[in-house]
C-alpha cells in the first residue's frame, strides 16, 4: 500500500512539473513570436538545444512517441524522431502566434524567407475564377497562408477550412484578412453552408481546406501508409467537382535556410462520378503518404494517428 501511494506521489509531483514547464514553454513561444523571422528561429533553435535534456526526460507527446515506432526500428530512433518532431511542432507553434502578434510590416518583411520554384503555378491558379488549395498540417503553414495572399491572393475572397476557433487562432485569421484579401474562416457542419460555400468557388472565391484530416471530418477513402491501412477525410474531391474548379496539392516545408512552398500535383476533378473521384483520391492519398515518408518529423498531427487507423470490433480508437 505504502509503496503504490509512493509511486502515486512521484507520478503527481511528474505531472505538476511538466504542466508547469510547459506553462513556460508557452510564455517564453509567445515572448519570442514579437521577433523577426529569423531572430525568432534562431532563438528557437538555441533554447530547443539548451532545454533538450530536460524535455528528454519528460512525457510531453506520449502519444507521438507511441507512433514514432512505424517510423523507426528502435527506441534510440523513435526518441531522436519525437525530438525532432516536438522541434516542428513549436516551429508551427510560433509561427501562429507570430501571425497574431507581427505588425504588416513586419509579416512581410518575414515571408521574405520563404520562397517556391513553382510561382508560374501559383500565378496561374490566382488567374482561375475559382480554385481549391489541398494543404496539410505541415510545416510552418500558418506562415505560407501570408505569402499566399500576400503574393497571389490580394483582392480576393479567401475561405479557409478550420476546425476550431480557438483564441489564438482566430487572431491569426483576423491578422489574415489585413492583409489585402476578403479572408473567412468556416467550419461547415450544415449541408446548406457547404453548399453556399460552392457557390462561393463558382463565383470566384479560393478556398484552402485540409487534406489529412482524420476520417470522422468529412467524407473519407482509405489507403496505405508505410505498411498501414489508414484513412483521411476527401472532402476537397467533392468541393473541386462541385465547385468546378482546380485543386492544388501544397505543403510548406520548414528549411533552416528558409521555408519552402512546395506544389504537389494540380488537377481538376472532371465530374462528380465514381471514377473521376477515385483518380483526384489517389493523387491526394500518394501526395500525404509521400510527404509523411519524406519529412515523417514535420507533420503534426502524429499525436491524433490512433483516429487515422481503422477501427476494430469492440475498439474504441
Not at 513553382?118 to 488549395?133: F, K, P
Not at 491501412?229 to 516545408?253: E, K, N
Request: a positive charge; hydrophobic letters at 45%.
Amino acid at each position: 500500500m505504502m509503496a503504490t501511494t509512493g509511486t502515486k506521489a512521484r507520478q503527481a509531483c511528474r505531472r505538476a512539473f511538466e504542466v508547469a514547464f510547459l506553462i513556460l514553454l508557452n510564455g517564453w513561444l509567445q515572448a519570442l513570436s514579437y521577433l523577426p523571422y529569423r531572430l525568432r528561429r534562431r532563438g528557437l533553435r538555441s533554447a530547443f538545444l539548451c532545454l533538450a535534456p530536460v524535455m528528454a526526460g519528460l512525457d510531453l507527446d506520449s502519444t507521438s512517441r507511441a507512433f514514432a515506432t512505424i517510423l523507426a526500428s528502435s527506441k534510440r530512433q523513435g526518441r531522436k524522431f519525437a525530438g525532432r518532431k516536438m522541434y516542428y511542432d513549436m516551429v508551427a507553434m510560433i509561427e501562429w502566434l507570430a501571425l497574431g502578434r507581427r505588425s504588416i510590416a513586419g509579416l512581410a518583411s518575414d515571408i521574405q524567407n520563404l520562397s517556391s520554384d513553382s510561382n508560374e503555378d501559383l500565378e496561374w491558379l490566382a488567374a482561375q475564377r475559382g480554385a481549391i488549395i489541398g494543404t496539410m498540417h505541415f510545416g510552418p503553414y500558418a506562415l505560407g497562408l501570408v505569402w499566399l495572399i500576400h503574393f497571389h491572393f490580394q483582392n480576393r475572397k479567401v475561405i479557409i477550412f478550420k476546425n476550431t476557433n480557438a483564441e489564438e487562432e482566430a487572431r491569426a485569421i483576423e491578422r489574415l484578412g489585413n492583409l489585402g484579401a476578403n479572408v473567412e474562416f468556416v467550419s461547415p457542419t450544415a449541408l446548406r453552408e457547404f453548399h453556399r460555400i460552392i457557390k462561393e468557388v463558382r463565383e470566384g472565391a479560393i478556398v484552402i481546406i485540409m487534406v489529412d484530416l482524420p476520417p470522422a471530418a468529412s467524407r473519407s477513402d482509405g489507403f496505405d501508409l508505410l505498411g498501414r491501412q489508414v484513412a483521411v477525410a476527401t472532402g476537397a474531391v467533392d468541393l473541386a467537382a462541385l465547385g468546378r474548379a482546380p485543386l492544388m496539392l501544397l505543403r510548406v516545408r520548414a528549411d533552416r535556410r528558409g521555408d519552402r512552398i512546395e506544389i504537389g500535383d494540380i488537377f481538376d476533378v472532371a465530374h462528380h462520378d465514381a471514377g473521376s473521384r477515385d483518380r483526384a483520391v489517389s493523387r491526394i492519398t500518394r501526395f500525404v503518404s509521400e510527404t509523411l515518408q519524406v519529412y515523417p518529423e514535420q507533420w503534426h498531427m502524429w499525436s491524433r494517428f490512433g483516429e487515422y487507423l481503422p477501427s476494430q470490433p469492440g475498439s474504441t480508437a
